[in-house]
Nanobody
Framework: QVQLVESGGGLVHPGGSLRLSCAAS????????MGWYRQAPGKERELVAG???????DYADSVKGRFTISRDNAKNTVYLQMNSLKPEDTAVYYC?????????????WGQGTQVTVSS
């Protein structure tokens, strides 16, 4: 089992910044991929950014140039630095961790953290 603890959400003005963190713990051999998704009211959950072992980061077009995903393998933690935030970025942000060595095996989701961008 993998437990995920998210932090860093909150209320921010348009143009502001937030940094989300997601720390994984528990019994697992290795992490194959880590990523962030978001779900706004009335909308489907969508990929924001993801990163696979040995691969480059992938971003939704709507956040390219504004958001940066990074991971600390020693801490099993993934971060999402969000700059130049817009009201349309308002959503619940979920961390997803996929375990596995050379291929994805199982997905785990965080509890979600609210990000609200409003003046």
């Amino acid at each position: 089992q993998v437990q995920l603890v998210e932090s860093g959400g909150g209320l921010v003005h348009p143009g502001g910044s937030l940094r989300l963190s997601c720390a994984a713990s528990g019994s697992f051999y290795t992490i194959y991929a880590m990523g962030w998704y978001r779900q706004a009211p009335g909308k489907e959950r969508e990929l924001v950014a993801g990163i696979i072992n040995g691969g480059s980061a992938d971003y939704a077009d709507s956040v390219k140039g504004r958001f940066t995903i990074s991971r600390d393998n020693a801490k099993n933690t993934v971060y999402l630095q969000m700059n130049s935030l817009k009201p349309e970025d308002t959503a619940v942000y979920y961390c997803k961790v996929t375990t596995g060595l050379f291929r994805p095996v199982k997905d785990y989701w965080g509890q979600g953290t609210q990000v609200t961008v409003s003046s």
